[in-house]
Every structure is written in structure tokens, then in C-alpha cells.
């Protein structure tokens, strides 16, 4: 990532049993950025309280954790992907209809080349990027000529149908931002959040008019709703876990599908549970208008792959068709 590097997957599974058969599975994500431990304790704080709860008041719970405390968000997106995991299977019907049903097949996966030496970043596209349709590339805004030198070895590689999102991940002032931009005039680029704040970037448009994806300043629906009507972005990433959960990012993707404005889907790395399940969300959006997706389980080594995303030829993914979103971690697990 480019603000730390991430060697272990934090991730917890949470399973919901009814005692009558019905079953769904959940992924808490943990971000390696902020204090893990006391994340875990708040964690355990909810889930111990929660003991033999009634199915039908997890919703509700779920709306007073949302607004409780920032830091639990992750365990929201999980219960609620285990509830409508549940829900799901027990009806038959796979996750994605519970989300609004699937309007594309499969979603292109992108490639994500972390912040290196130029020739480095430029060699992963060589024998990485070849069928991808999306390039994602990590800058740290730094040293700005390293920065350019960094754009200007990738986009040596690229091939004409390719897009590549130039991530600053918000580490831009609005003038350096603007410096950066006025080098390049080539239209396979989206500039992604190249300023923190959603002013900044949207001035950027206004004094550029060039392609912006925003990402981490748009953290709410309020701010979904803002920046649909100010038509400013050209596109905009939706994290489930980010936003407390799939039923919260299912109506920011409704909102931008109803604007006209495209957007990526994704979130922190994980594991299967939660990569299929963003997965389910990414295929409800119309394919005009999905920049990409990603199998958020691509950095790891996998021992054993528990399935939910699908491969495909040309660089693209695809949900499982089955109840549920596809995953059930092994028996062996919960002993």
C-alpha cells in the first residue's frame, strides 16, 4: 500500500449460526495501519454481548454500530456480509441478488504496482500488465522528479487500449498536483486523488480539466450524494468495508449508476470470504460504467484456495453462481 507495507492478512471469519441449519460466514478486515489491538478488544466487546441474539435484530444492531465508533466498522461490513451470506444460501439465490442483481458478466481485474524504482514499476507491467485493461500505479509524491520519472517509465509500456489510475493517494498539494498534471496530456490517464481533501480535488478538475478518480475524501453517503451532484469526478472508488458495510456501498454504487459516473470496487487486501463478496457488489453495476474490480486476495500465498472468485481469460474475475457468496472456510477451521 502506499502509505505501509503489509506482509500479514490480519483478517478474522465470522460465522453466524442460527441453530436451524442456516449458516453464513463473514470476513472482519483489519487495516495494518491503525492499532490492531484495540480494534480487537472493541471487537470482542460486541461480539461477546451479542451471545444469543435473535437474527431479525442484527439489522438493527448493525445501524447503532455504524454510528458507534469508526474503528468497528470492519466488524459491521462483516456481520453484515455473514447475514446476507446467510440469507442468501438459505434462499438459494447467490449473493449478488440480494445487492440489486448482476448487470455484467465478469469485471476487469487491475493490476496494482506499488511505489519503486522507475524500470522496477515499468518491468511489473511488462511481464504482469500484458492482458490487463487497468493499471493501477502507487506514487508517494515525495521527490516530484522521481514521481514523473516513475509515470513516464509506465506509461513507456502501456498499450494503446489500456487505462492507467496514477494514485497519489491524496499526498499532493493542490499547486504540486496541478504542476504534476500539466506534463501530461495523454487520455489513457485518471488521475486518483492526487490532493486528501474533496475541495482540493475538486478545484483540480476545475483548473486541469483533467480526469480525477476520487477515493478515500469521499467517506459517506452525504459525500457520495455531494459529489453526484457537483458532477465533478470522472470516477470513484467504493470500499464496502470503508463505508460499514455492502448494503451502504450497494446504495453509493446505485447513486453513481444513476449520475452517469464510474466507479472502482474494492477495498484493503483479504481473504476469500470478503473478496467474493465485494465481488457480488462490483457485477450490479452496469458494465459502461465499472472501471474495474479486483480478487483482493492477490498478494497472498494460498495454501489452500476456499474459491468465490473465478479467473477468467483477458484479466477479469467473476463471482461464483451458487447460494451465497461462494466461500465456506473449511471444516478443520472451526476446530
Not at 489500456?162 to 499532493?172: E, P, R, S, Y
Request: charged share 20%.
Amino acid at each position: 500500500m502506499s502509505y505501509v507495507t503489509q506482509t500479514v492478512l490480519y483478517s478474522r471469519i465470522v460465522r453466524l449460526d442460527t441453530g436451524d441449519g442456516r449458516i453464513g460466514y463473514g470476513e472482519i478486515i483489519s487495516d495494518p495501519g491503525l492499532d490492531l489491538p484495540k480494534i480487537r478488544s472493541l471487537e470482542d466487546l460486541v461480539l461477546n454481548q451479542m451471545g444469543a441474539m435473535s437474527l431479525e435484530n442484527l439489522p438493527t444492531l448493525l445501524t447503532q454500530l455504524r454510528s458507534s465508533d469508526i474503528h468497528l466498522l470492519g466488524l459491521v461490513f462483516a456481520l453484515e456480509t455473514a447475514y446476507l451470506d446467510l440469507m442468501s444460501r438459505h434462499n438459494g439465490v447467490p449473493l449478488y441478488t440480494l445487492l440489486g442483481g448482476r448487470q455484467c458478466g465478469d469485471v476487469v481485474d487491475y493490476l496494482s504496482i506499488s511505489c519503486g524504482a522507475p524500470e522496477a514499476m515499468a518491468d511489473r507491467i511488462r511481464f504482469n500488465g500484458g492482458e490487463r485493461e487497468v493499471i493501477q500505479i502507487k506514487l508517494n509524491g515525495k521527490v516530484m522528479n522521481t514521481d514523473i520519472a516513475r509515470i513516464d517509465a509506465c506509461m513507456s509500456v502501456l498499450r494503446p487500449g489500456q487505462t492507467v489510475l496514477i494514485d497519489f493517494n491524496g499526498a499532493l498539494s493542490l499547486n504540486a498536483a496541478g504542476s504534476v498534471i500539466s506534463h501530461y496530456s495523454d487520455n489513457r490517464i485518471m488521475w486518483e486523488e492526487p490532493c486528501a481533501s474533496y475541495e482540493e480535488n475538486r478545484a483540480l478538475v476545475d483548473s486541469t480539466g483533467s480526469r480525477l478518480l476520487f477515493d478515500q475524501c469521499i467517506k459517506s453517503l452525504k459525500d457520495f450524494a455531494r459529489a453526484c451532484n457537483d458532477g465533478a469526478m470522472a470516477g470513484v472508488c467504493i470500499k464496502p468495508m470503508s463505508l460499514g458495510g455492502l448494503s451502504v456501498a450497494r446504495a453509493a454504487r446505485d447513486m453513481c449508476a444513476d449520475a452517469g459516473i464510474a466507479v472502482r470496487i474494492d477495498g484493503l487486501w483479504c481473504g476469500a470470504v470478503s473478496a467474493a463478496s465485494i465481488l457480488h457488489l462490483a457485477v450490479g453495476m452496469p458494465r459502461e460504467l465499472l472501471i474495474a474490480g479486483c480478487d483482493l486476495r492477490e498478494p497472498l500465498v494460498l495454501e489452500e484456495d476456499w474459491g468465490g472468485v473465478i479467473s477468467k481469460p483477458g484479466g477479469r474475475i467473476a463471482p461464483m453462481v451458487c447460494p451465497g457468496h461462494g466461500v465456506t472456510p473449511p471444516r478443520a477451521f472451526w476446530q
